[in-house]
C-alpha cells in the first residue's frame, strides 16, 4: 500500500477548490493583458498553493503545472509546510509499519464491523469462508478448543435430544407392551412378521391416532398472536386471548422454575389435560404451540420444530422487531397449516364378513332349531293321535322330558304295538319312551282279538265285526261251538256282543258215511277171551281204512279226529274181571289198530265191563252180543 | 389486524380488575390472577381508520410493587396505571410501579387513571395531585368502576398515543 485509499473526501475537496484555482491560472498565462504588476504576488500566492496541494495528494503532483525556480520560494514552502510535513510524515510511518497500522486499525475495527453489519449483509459473505477456515484450522490444531467452547451449549441441546428421542421409545415402548398379550396384539405380531417392518412399528401404525387442532405462532417478547390456525370444524376461544395467556402461563412457569432449570429457556414443553395436549416449541423470537387431541407421534415435534425454525429464517428481524402488526409478515397460515396434521385409525371400510356370517349362521341354526322342533312336536302330535286312534291304547299323557318324548298311558296287550306304530311315524325312535300300564279293553276290535287268541278259531270259522257285535261264521265242529259260547259266557259285563248264532255244525257226508260206518263195526270176543274172534281181521282192516279215509276228510275241514275203543264184557262172571277183559279187549283192538297203521295217540281206550250191554231187539241181552268192542269217532281240534 | 399489549398495573385492591370487567372480551376466570398472577383481556379499539386489539394483561399486585412479575411487563407497548382516590397511599404504589416500568421496558405510553371517582366524599387524595401530575406531563383520567366514567376514553387515549 503505497498510497492512502483513493477515497479520502477531505482530499477531493481540497482538490476541487484547487481546480478552480488552476482554470483561473491557466486564464492568467494565456491572457496576459489580465496580468498587472501587483498581480505577481497573487501568482506567487497560487503557485504556494499548488505546492501545498501537491504535498498533500501525490495524484496532484503530477497533474497540476510545475513552477520552477525560485529558492525563495523553496525556502519558504519549507517553512511553511514543515509542520504538515511532519505530520505527513508520521502518517506515511503509520501506514508503512504494519505494527502500527494494525494499532490504528484495530482501534476502529469494532465500530467498522458494527457499521458493516448494520449496511448489508456483505461483511458476513465475506466473512464466512474466513470462519469456516478459521474453525477448521482450530479444531486441526486442538479440537479441545472448540469442544471447550461449544460443550455448555453442546450439553443442553444433546439433552433435549435425547430426551426426545428416550420420549419417542417410551411412547414405542408402552404402546408395544400395552398390546403385547391381546388378540390383536397376535394379529399386530403376525403382520410384522409378514411385512418385515418391527412390532412397535405397527403397535405404533394401528393406534397413534390423533388431530392436531390448533397451531399459534405467539411472539415471545409481547406474547401477541402473530399467526392462528385451527383444523376445521374445530370451535375455539379468542385466539388473541389463549395466545396471551399461554404466553403468560410459559412466563410463569418459567420464572417459577428457573432456579431448578439450569438449561435455561426452558418454558412448558409439554402440557397434557385429559386428551388435550399443548405441546410448544420456542425459537428465539417466537414459539409454536400445537394444541392436540389424541396420542401424536414424535415425529410431530420435527415437524413444529422445523416450521418454526423456517418461519424464524424467513422472517428473523421481522420477528425480532414485531410491534404487533401481522402486516409485516408475510403469509405464514400456509407453513402453520402444514402443522394441522391428523392421523386416524385406519377404518375398517370393508366389514368383515364374519361380521354377518356369523349371527346369519346362528340365526339359521336357531331358525332350523325352531323348525325342528316344530316339525319333531308335529310328528309327535300325529303319533299321539295316531295312538289314541288305535283300540285298546289309552294315551294319558306325552311330554318332552330330559331331551325325550315320555309317552304315558294303558294298553291292553292285545292291541297293537306302539313300537311298530312309532318305526312308521319318522319319529326317531331312541328319543320315545313308553310308559304302559296293562289292562283289559272292552273295545269290540279287542274283544274280537281276544276271542279270536282264546277260542284259536279253525280256518273254517271267521270272526268278524259287525257294529259293536262280534260275530262268528263258519262250520266248526260242535265242541268248539261249545267251547265259544263258555268263553262268551265268561266276558266281563260290558263286553260288547259275541253272536255264535250264524256258526254251523259241520255236516259233512263223506264224514257222516264214514263216522257211521266206523261206529257201526262190532268185534266179536269169545268168551272169556281177550283177543277178537277168529274172522274178525276184515272187520278191523275195514275200521283202520275207513278212520283212515275220516282223518282225511277231517284234515280237509280243518279239524282232526280221533276215535275212542270201548271194550266191553258179558255179564257172565266176575264184574271186576269182566270190567279188566273189556279194557285188555279195548287195548287189544287198539295195539291192532297200531298194527294197521294207525298212530296209537289218536286211539283212546276205555273199558265198559258189561255195563253197557247191546240189547237185541226182544230188549233181552246176549252173552255173545256183548262180548265186543265198539267204536266212536270224536272230532277234535 | 394490530395488536398491542397492554399491562394494567396498579396496587392491590384500587379495582383494576372491576373497572374494565365491562369494557373487554375474557375467557378467563379471574383465578388466574391470583394463582399466575395476571389475567389476559381484550379490547378492541379504533384509531383512525384502524383496528386496535388492545391485549390487557391485567396483572395481579398483592403488595404493590413486589409483587409484580416483571416478565410479564416484557413486550408491553403502553401501559395503565390505576389509582385508587380513596387511598392516598395507591397514588404513591402507581408511582413506583412506574418507575419499574420504566426501568424494565423503558419508557412506553401510559396513563393514570384515577378510579373511584364516583366516591365524591371519600376521596384521600388533593385535587393538587392529580395537578401535579398533570404538570409533569403525565396524562390523567378519572374514571370510575361503577358509573364506567373515563374508561372508553382511556383505552381510546392509549391506543391513539400508541399507534401514532
Given at each position: 500500500m503505497g498510497r492512502p485509499h483513493a477515497g479520502f473526501e477531505r482530499n477531493i475537496a481540497i482538490g476541487d477548490t484547487v481546480s478552480s484555482s488552476v482554470s483561473l491560472l491557466d486564464r492568467d498565462s494565456s491572457d496576459p493583458?489580465?496580468?498587472?504588476?501587483?498581480?505577481a504576488r497573487a501568482k506567487r500566492l497560487a503557485v504556494l498553493l499548488f505546492e501545498v496541494a501537491r504535498s498533500l495528494d501525490h495524484d496532484l503532483a503530477t497533474a497540476l503545472p510545475k513552477f520552477e525556480g525560485d529558492p525563495k520560494l523553496e525556502a519558504l514552502r519549507s517553512l511553511i509546510l514543515e509542520q504538515d510535513r511532519a505530520a505527513i510524515a508520521r502518517l506515511q510511518q503509520k501506514f508503512d509499519d504494519p505494527r502500527q497500522f494494525a494499532g490504528a486499525v484495530s482501534s476502529v475495527l469494532a465500530d467498522a464491523f458494527t457499521l458493516a453489519g448494520a449496511r448489508d449483509e456483505q461483511l458476513a459473505k465475506a466473512l464466512a469462508p474466513i470462519l469456516e477456515l478459521a474453525t477448521q484450522a482450530s479444531i486441526r490444531k486442538n479440537p479441545g478448543t472448540l469442544v471447550g467452547i461449544l460443550y455448555p451449549l453442546m450439553g443442553s441441546v444433546v439433552r433435549k435430544s435425547i430426551a426426545e428421542s428416550l420420549d419417542g421409545t417410551l411412547q414405542r415402548l408402552n404402546q408395544a407392551f400395552k398390546h403385547s398379550f391381546s388378540w390383536q396384539g397376535l394379529r399386530w405380531r403376525l403382520e410384522a412378521l409378514r411385512s418385515g417392518s418391527s412390532f412397535a412399528d405397527v403397535v405404533l401404525k394401528h393406534t397413534v391416532q390423533f388431530r392436531v387442532e390448533h397451531v399459534f405462532l405467539i411472539h415471545?417478547?409481547?406474547?401477541?398472536?402473530?399467526e392462528h390456525v385451527a383444523a376445521p370444524e374445530v370451535t375455539s376461544q379468542d385466539p388473541q386471548l389463549v395466545s396471551g395467556m399461554l404466553s403468560a402461563i410459559q412466563d410463569f412457569v418459567r420464572d417459577s422454575f428457573e432456579g431448578t432449570n439450569k438449561?435455561?429457556?426452558?418454558?412448558?414443553d409439554t402440557l397434557r389435560l385429559g386428551d388435550v395436549l399443548l405441546w410448544c416449541e420456542e425459537g428465539p423470537f417466537a414459539f409454536l404451540a400445537a394444541v392436540i387431541r389424541g396420542n401424536p407421534p414424535e415425529s410431530l415435534h420435527a415437524a413444529l420444530r422445523e416450521t418454526l425454525t423456517n418461519i424464524h429464517d424467513q422472517y428473523r428481524s421481522q420477528l425480532e422487531e414485531?410491534?404487533?402488526?401481522?402486516?409485516?409478515?408475510?403469509?405464514?397460515v400456509t407453513p402453520l397449516q402444514r402443522d394441522l396434521q391428523q392421523q386416524e385409525r385406519?377404518?375398517?371400510?370393508r366389514l368383515s364378513p364374519w361380521l354377518w356370517i356369523l349371527p346369519l349362521v346362528l340365526l339359521l341354526l336357531a331358525g332350523g332349531w325352531v323348525i325342528q322342533r316344530t316339525i319333531v312336536r308335529l310328528r309327535v302330535d300325529a303319533y299321539v293321535q295316531r295312538l289314541r286312534e288305535e283300540p285298546g291304547i289309552v294315551v294319558a299323557n306325552a311330554e318332552l322330558r330330559n331331551g325325550k318324548w315320555q309317552i304315558s298311558g294303558l294298553r291292553d296287550p292285545?292291541?297293537?304295538?306302539p313300537a311298530v306304530l312309532l318305526s312308521q311315524s319318522?319319529?326317531?325312535?331312541?328319543?320315545v319312551a313308553f310308559h304302559w300300564e296293562s289292562y283289559q279293553a272292552l273295545n269290540p276290535a279287542i274283544v274280537l282279538r281276544r276271542l279270536a287268541a282264546s277260542l284259536?278259531?279253525?280256518?273254517s270259522v271267521s270272526l268278524s265285526l259287525k257294529g259293536d257285535t262280534v260275530e262268528a261264521t263258519g262250520s266248526v265242529p260242535q265242541y268248539w261251538v261249545e267251547r265259544a259260547r263258555t268263553l262268551v259266557a265268561a266276558l266281563?259285563?260290558?263286553?260288547p256282543k259275541v253272536d255264535l248264532s250264524a256258526l254251523r255244525d259241520i255236516q259233512d257226508p263223506e264224514f257222516i258215511r264214514l263216522r257211521n260206518a266206523i261206529q257201526g263195526h262190532i268185534i266179536a270176543f269169545d268168551s272169556n277171551a281177550d283177543r277178537p274172534a277168529r274172522g274178525e281181521d276184515a272187520t278191523l282192516d275195514a275200521v283202520a281204512d275207513e278212520f283212515r279215509q275220516l282223518m282225511g276228510v277231517t284234515k280237509r275241514l280243518g279239524f282232526s279226529a280221533r276215535m275212542m275203543i270201548s271194550g266191553h264184557a258179558d255179564a257172565v262172571g266176575n264184574e271186576t274181571a269182566n270190567l279188566s277183559l273189556s279194557a285188555a279187549r279195548a287195548e287189544v283192538v287198539r295195539s291192532m289198530l297200531k298194527a294197521r297203521g294207525?298212530?296209537?295217540?289218536?286211539l283212546t281206550v276205555r273199558s265198559a265191563g258189561p255195563l253197557e250191554p247191546l240189547l237185541a231187539p226182544n230188549g233181552k241181552a246176549t252173552a255173545a252180543m256183548n262180548r265186543r268192542v265198539t267204536f266212536t269217532v270224536i272230532a277234535s281240534e | 389486524m394490530l395488536q398491542k399489549k397492554v399491562c394494567l398495573l396498579g396496587g392491590f385492591g384500587v379495582g383494576k380488575t372491576s373497572l374494565v370487567r365491562r369494557y373487554v372480551q375474557s375467557?378467563?376466570?379471574?383465578a388466574y390472577l391470583t394463582t399466575v398472577g395476571v389475567k389476559i383481556e381484550k379490547r378492541m379499539v379504533s384509531v383512525g381508520a384502524a383496528e386496535v386489539a388492545l391485549?390487557?394483561?391485567?396483572?395481579?399486585?398483592e403488595d404493590g410493587v413486589?409483587?409484580?412479575?416483571?416478565?410479564?411487563?416484557?413486550?408491553?407497548?403502553g401501559y395503565l396505571l390505576v389509582v385508587?382516590?380513596?387511598?392516598?397511599?395507591t397514588l404513591e404504589v402507581a408511582k413506583s410501579i412506574q418507575a419499574l416500568v420504566t426501568s424494565e421496558i423503558g419508557s412506553v405510553p401510559f396513563l393514570f387513571l384515577f378510579n373511584k371517582t364516583d366516591l365524591k366524599e371519600d376521596w384521600?387524595?388533593?385535587e393538587q395531585s392529580l395537578e401535579d401530575l398533570k404538570d409533569a406531563g403525565h396524562e390523567v383520567l378519572r374514571t370510575s368502576?361503577?358509573?364506567?366514567?373515563?374508561v372508553e376514553e382511556a383505552f381510546q387515549a392509549l391506543a391513539k398515543r400508541m399507534v401514532s
Open positions: 493583458p489580465f496580468l498587472q504588476p501587483d498581480d415471545r417478547k409481547t406474547g401477541l398472536l402473530i438449561s435455561g429457556g426452558g418454558g412448558i414485531f410491534q404487533g402488526d401481522s402486516a409485516t409478515l408475510g403469509d405464514l385406519p377404518r375398517e371400510t292285545l292291541a297293537a304295538d319318522r319319529l326317531d325312535s331312541k328319543r284259536n278259531p279253525p280256518p266281563p259285563a260290558g263286553s294207525i298212530a296209537p295217540e289218536l | 375467557i378467563f376466570s379471574d391485549i390487557l394483561w391485567d396483572i395481579a399486585g413486589t409483587g409484580i412479575r416483571t416478565s410479564y411487563l416484557r413486550g408491553a407497548a385508587d382516590v380513596t387511598r392516598g397511599e384521600d387524595l388533593p368502576a361503577k358509573t364506567g366514567e373515563g
